[in-house]
């Protein structure tokens, strides 16, 4: 398994693969690596002849109180992981690597990215989709994996690959879920033992919201009010938002008969927390 720290590296390592008329796929990472991720890098290995993963802690993403000192980074555990899946290589930039003094180019997919956690967190997915563009640009993989727990991140960068005609195929894989239901993620790690606890409501409240959907409910206003009182039985998980929107748009939507995003953020403790189910 080849690590590449530089752009002019992985750019020639990808080139040449390319080069080769080797399919390549992308698994874009922030590190510490769950199976969530790992699920990501085995839908790569089925479909593609190399995988290339990368892990940068991209700094623009993060808001000026956000937990961007603290996110957890491991990367030598990362390394082990991948190379037991069969990693081709990795990109595992400094931050002064994806930003030069001076840079100051950013993507931002207008509309889209101010809805759900675009809202909560003002400037997140403009980070996101620049260094995703970033990514794409140096690598120019055929396909790049993401996860459908990220789904408002799906939909931003979905429109940004339309957009900016990125010739590539977004791959989206299901959510990977804990045995007791909670979408695995990074950020797990930051939570106490009764807060883990506490986490499960986000995944009640979406299973409430699917069995009354399967039932015959489609006004997203009950369903909305539905989930609610899920996280109103556990009045210490803080909801940032409950929503039912276009999955593509992230547009509000009042009714779920042409299908919907459930999606659901919240805080436990100090953790913020996501999940979604699409209808």
Do not use: W
């Amino acid at each position: 398994m080849l690590i590449f720290k530089t752009v002019r590296e992985a750019q020639s390592a990808c080139a040449q693969l390319r080069g080769e008329g080797r399919i390549l796929g992308l698994v874009p990472t922030m590190g510490a690596l769950h199976e969530g991720h790992l699920s990501l890098v085995r839908a790569a290995r089925a479909e593609c002849d190399v995988v290339a993963v990368s892990i940068f802690v991209n700094p623009t993403q993060f808001g000026p109180n956000e937990d961007f000192s603290k996110y957890p980074r491991t990367f030598d555990e990362d390394c082990a992981l991948l190379k037991r899946e069969g990693v081709h290589m990795i990109f595992a930039p400094m931050v002064e690597e994806m930003y030069p003094a001076g840079a100051t180019t950013f993507v931002n997919v207008e509309g889209v990215s101010e809805r759900l956690d675009g809202a909560s967190r003002p400037g997140h997915f403009r980070g996101v989709t620049t260094v995703v563009s970033k990514l794409f640009h140096i690598a120019v993989p055929h396909k790049a994996y993401f996860g459908q727990k990220d789904a408002a991140q799906v939909a931003v960068l979905s429109k940004m690959v339309r957009d900016l005609n990125f010739p590539l195929q977004m791959v989206v894989c299901p959510i990977v879920r804990e045995a007791d239901g909670l979408a695995m993620s990074s950020r797990n790690r930051y939570l106490s033992a009764r807060e883990r606890q506490q986490a499960l409501t986000l995944s009640r409240a979406l299973g409430k919201v699917k069995d009354a959907a399967s039932a015959g409910e489609s006004s997203a206003e009950k369903l909305i009010e539905t989930a609610r009182g899920v996280f109103a039985e556990e009045p210490e998980v803080r909801i940032d938002y409950v929503a039912l929107v276009n999955p593509e748009t992230l547009e509000d939507i009042s009714d779920t008969r042409n299908g919907a995003l459930a999606a659901v953020a919240a805080f436990v403790g100090n953790t913020r927390l996501i999940d979604n189910l699409l209808l």
